[in-house]
C-alpha cells in the first residue's frame, strides 16, 4: 500500500520564510488533493501534515520558538510508539523517518518534492513500541530497520515478544524474525558488541533479559552471541559509540530505575555491571560518552557513568520519552546539546554546558518516542517525535 499524506496548509505567522513554505505547501495540497488515484487510499491515515507558527498551530502542534521550523510530517489515527530517522531510501537526498504504530504498521516518512510523503512499509502481526534504523546488512544499500513489540494484539495483551529486521528488496521492504522472547521486547540498539567490525542488534524486554544477535558469517543467519539478566523489566537500551573505540559496551534501562551496563563474554555470558540506579523507570537512553542521558518516568532528563550520576539537565513534571544527544542548534557552537520530549507534550532543547532549557514544539497528547537526523541535504539535524496523537513532529532549527 503506498500513502501519499494529504497537506493541510495553513497560513504560518507572517514571516516570508514561513508564508512561501506555507504557499508551497497550498500548491502540493492542491495537486494531491485532485490525483484522485490509488494514492486516495488511506488517507484517513495520513491527513492532517502542515507547517504550524507561533501562533498557529496545526492539528494541535504548537511552535513556540520562532528559531524553529515545526512541521507535522504525518498523521496517524493510531499511537506511535518508537521512530527512528535512517538512509532508508538510498535514491533521494538527507533520511528518511521510520515509525510504528500500535497496530503494527510501520510507516516511511520522507520528502517528496517540498511536501512530506508517507508509506505503510510493513504490517506486523502485533503492536510495535520501539524502532532503529542502520545498516546491518552491508550489501544492501542503505540502512535496515529493526522494530520491537508483540507477536498479536497491543503491548499490554500479554503476548510474547518479538523483534523483526525489515530490509530493502527488489521488490519493496521485506520482513523477518529476529528473536522471539516470552513478552514484550521493549528497548532495541545496534552497535559492534564483538567488535568484528559488524553491527550488531541488542534487544531487552518484560522477560528481564537481554540479548545480542550478530550475524553468523559462515550463512549470514543470525545467532545470539549472548543473553544477560536484568533485575526488572527492561524499557531501554542504547550501545555507545556504536562503531568507534567504545562499541561493545551496552546500557539498559529498567523498569525500577536499574541501569545495567553490558559486554560480551567468554561462553556467551554477558559481564554485568551495575550504574547508579534512578528512582524511577530508565525509560530512554541516549549516548553522551563515556556515560548516557537518562530520561525517566520521574521526568528528569540526567547524564549517568558509572556511579556518578549528574548533572541533571532537564526536569519535567510528566513522564520523559526522549534522551538524545545531537547539535540540532547551530548558534551555540560545538557544544553538543541534550534533547527530550515526554508526556507532558513538549519537546525541549538543553545546552550540555549553557544549562539552558527552551520548548521548542509541543503536541496536545503524550510524545513517546524522540530521534535524531539529517532530513534536510542542508543545514542541522532535525528532531523528530511521535506519540500517542499519532503525529510525526520534525523541528529543525532556521
Ligand atoms: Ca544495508
Ligand atoms: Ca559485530
Known sequence: MKV???VTARTAGTRPLALLLALLLVVTACST????????DGLAAGSGAGQ????????GVEAPDEDW??????????????CAVGELDPGSPG?????VAGDGQVWLTARVDGAWSSSSIAQLPGEAIGCVAADLLPEIPGDEIVTVGVTAGGEESGSPGVAHLLSRGADGWTTEVLLEDDALLHGVAVGDMDKDGVLDVVVAGYT????????DPSDSGWRTLGTGMLPDAAKSVVVLDPLGDRAGLAVVGCRDGSLIEFRLAEGGELARVDWAPGSSSQARLGALSPGVLVASDGGTLTFVKGDTRGPEFYASGDKLRGAMVADVDPGVGASRQACTAG????IVVTGITSGESRVVARDDDRLHHLAVGQLHPEGPPSLVACGYSGRVIVVTHR
Open 52 to 59: 504550524a507558527g507561533a501562533d498557529d498551530p496545526v492539528g
Open 208 to 215: 528481564r533479559r537481554v540479548t545480542v544477535l550478530g550475524r
Open 343 to 346: 508526556y507532558d507534550g513538549a
Open 69 to 82: 521550523v515545526v512541521e507535522v510530517a504525518f498523521s496517524n489515527d493510531t499511537k506511535l510508539g518508537g
Open 95 to 99: 533520511g528518511e523517518i521510520v515509525t
Open 33 to 40: 488533493g485532485s490525483d484522485g488515484g490509488p494514492a486516495d
Open 4 to 6: 501519499r499524506t494529504r
